[in-house]
């Protein structure tokens, strides 16, 4: 009786919540039409784009104005055609609902940066190209920008895999373990805060190449979080749920792997994005120092060389690269997680 | 009734034996003072008896229950199943507390079946575990986690989780406790259908009074600090029975009178 009762509030609430207005409304209602000043917003935005462009192509070199142009012109053709085919295709109607402002402001600050750098000429070159000389840089150096971005994929998940594993399981150690709890804690302690980085001159001199100590440097940054986080989660885990573990006719092993480990995963998670960011941080700074290869490496180079429009096109590639990498652990959470209620969303 | 139920022979239960058992913990960190919480407890129960403990908060129950599944020891005295001693926490003796302490992770089936994988079972027992969703009516909601469940249902399916190692002793600390009125009486029901089906001896700790009438065929009255058995009560009455019978009353005043509650 109590579940059907429970299930009738269910579904009496769930109709409440459909009728009141509020921001859950957009998501619930795929098939709506799209505002208009929405719609309108990139395609206008994108002309303004382009008409500022073309009146300063003029005083650019011309392979750089041109590609931009392009790049602009596919990118108002593009949504003029999104536009024109949204009213058969709820599933872009959604999409454009949710992305398009953002695109436009995305658009604008295209504007405003070709205004303030290429037109106005606001801010000091060589530090601050326009949009289309960074397109340029991006255009022209994406074989070496792939292969620096591969490089540092290869070091990233060398080091980082190499981090979570060895922290998993001291944190799983420590955690579970009196004894290693006494031991482990006070290393953990006293070697975790430090940096990874401040080891880098320490490393160099250790290691027989600079690949091999970026990727301990990693490795190190990662197993600091995750370990700690770790531990935490396992020593927290509910007594009771042990308790009932050990009735259950549970022994050692089902106790740490099915019933630890389980309770300690949301702990754990939190230190493996911990140790992403920090390994993010140790790879540029490595590359930068003393590997040959990668994004960080490719970023001091474009700098020594003062062409500023590769910088920023490695930071962009940066964004994207870490971003992705970023998301795709959230989406491993999500789905290892699914059992709790209410979980962060990226 | 009782040969459409589970698969397994009925009558599971052992006996079990409580010697004299005493108990006391730190009264406060740091201090030697002690508090004594069971003081030369003994009694017995019956292989397949159905037993309720009921006395007032800090008695000592739970602690007794916790000895008794083996999750604690006592300082002096002996406790025994069958004539084996306890000397451990093992699946011979299940333990359902007030809160169901469900496994989140897991869904409802991977819960109920938790105790066959903890003892390396769970591929030749795997019908069992249907059997018992079905015996504790939960059918649609074998692969739901457990957030999605009411109070009753999560009782429910920790009853099965506890039952399906076929344990010779069901502790149960609590369990309806947490549960509104009707789900209570409701679910006593269903305990009361799922001993009858196995005969597995329970050990039921309880603050109500009506529950203890209710279900058992004794009832140990408590008293607290120390913790002692004060006094036994037998019930012979035919169940179902009746909670508004002029007997069913009588011995619950008479239970509230040994309690301290009764009209002074």
């Known amino acids: 009786m109590k579940e059907l009762a429970d299930a009738n509030e269910q579904a009496q609430a769930s109709s409440v919540t459909k009728r009141s207005p509020g921001p859950q409304k957009r998501d619930e209602r795929p098939a709506e039409k799209v505002p208009g000043g929405t719609l309108l917003a990139v395609p206008v935005a994108g002309v303004v784009a382009l008409g500022l462009h073309l009146f300063t192509a003029a005083n650019e070199p011309p392979a750089e104005a041109l590609l931009y142009t392009y790049f602009l012109s596919g990118l108002l053709i593009a949504t003029v055609l999104a536009a024109a085919i949204q009213p058969l295709w709820s599933g872009l109607r959604k999409w454009m609902r949710d992305t398009y402002p953002l695109i436009a402001a995305a658009v604008f600050f295209l504007i405003g940066w070709e205004l303030v750098t290429s037109i106005l000429h606001l801010l000091p070159l060589p530090y601050f190209p326009g949009p289309s000389g960074v397109l340029l840089s991006l255009v022209n150096d994406r074989a070496v920008l792939f292969d620096s971005t591969w490089h540092s994929l290869l070091l990233l998940l060398g080091g980082y895999s190499l981090g979570v594993a060895v922290g998993l399981i001291s944190g799983i150690c420590i955690g579970w373990f009196p004894h290693a709890r006494y031991w482990g804690m006070p290393i953990l302690k006293i070697v975790g805060p430090i940096p990874a980085t401040a080891w880098i001159p320490l490393a160099m001199v250790l290691s027989p190449s600079a690949m091999f100590s970026a990727i301990g440097l990693i490795a190190l940054a990662v197993w600091f979080p995750v370990t700690m986080l770790t531990a935490s989660g396992i020593s927290n885990t509910r007594a009771s749920y042990l308790d009932v573990a050990r009735t259950l006719g549970a022994g050692r092993v089902y106790l740490i792997f099915n019933v630890a480990i389980p309770a300690a995963l949301p702990s754990i998670f939190i230190g493996l994005f911990m140790g992403l960011g920090a390994s993010f941080l140790t790879l540029v700074a490595a590359e930068t120092v003393g590997v040959k290869s990668g994004l960080g490496w490719y970023l001091s180079w474009a700098q020594g060389w003062a062409e500023y429009g590769k910088v920023y096109a490695a930071l962009l590639i940066m964004a994207a690269f870490f971003s992705t990498i970023m998301t795709a652990l959230f989406k491993v959470r999500d789905r290892v997680l699914a059992w709790q209620k209410g979980v962060i969303k990226w | ?264």
């Open chain 2, 1 to 264: 009734m009782v040969a459409t139920l589970v698969s397994g022979v009925a009558k599971e239960g052992s006996s079990l034996h409580v010697t004299n058992v005493t108990k006391d913990f730190a009264a406060k960190e740091r201090t030697n003072l002690r508090t004594l919480a069971l003081d030369g407890v003994s009694f017995s129960v019956a292989a397949g008896e159905f037993v309720s403990i009921i006395g007032p908060s800090a008695c000592g129950k739970s602690t007794l229950l916790r000895l008794i599944a083996g999750l604690d020891f006592p300082n002096s005295g002996e406790l025994h199943v069958g004539s084996e001693a306890i000397t451990g926490a093992n699946a011979e003796r299940g333990l359902v507390f007030q809160d169901p302490n469900l496994f989140p992770w897991l869904t409802v089936r991977r819960n109920i079946r938790s105790g066959l994988v903890a003892l390396g079972v769970a591929r030749e027992k795997h019908h069992e575990v249907d059997e018992f969703i079905r015996l504790v009516g939960l059918e649609g909601f074998a692969d739901v986690y457990p957030h999605h469940l009411s109070g009753g249902m999560a009782q429910r399916v920790a009853l099965a989780r506890a039952l399906i190692t076929h344990p010779k002793v069901l502790l149960l600390d609590e369990p309806l406790g947490a549960l509104d009125a009707f789900t209570r009486m409701q679910v006593q029901d269903e305990v009361l259908r799922l001993w009858q089906a196995r005969l597995t001896t329970m050990l039921l700790v309880t603050h109500d009074i009506d529950e203890a009438i209710y279900m058992s065929d004794r009832i140990l009255i408590m008293t607290p600090r120390p913790g002692r058995i004060d006094r036994i009560i037998s019930l012979d009455t035919e169940r179902p029975r009746d909670r508004s019978h002029p007997d069913f009353l009588r011995l619950r005043s008479e239970i509230l009178q040994l309690l301290d509650f009764g009209r002074r």
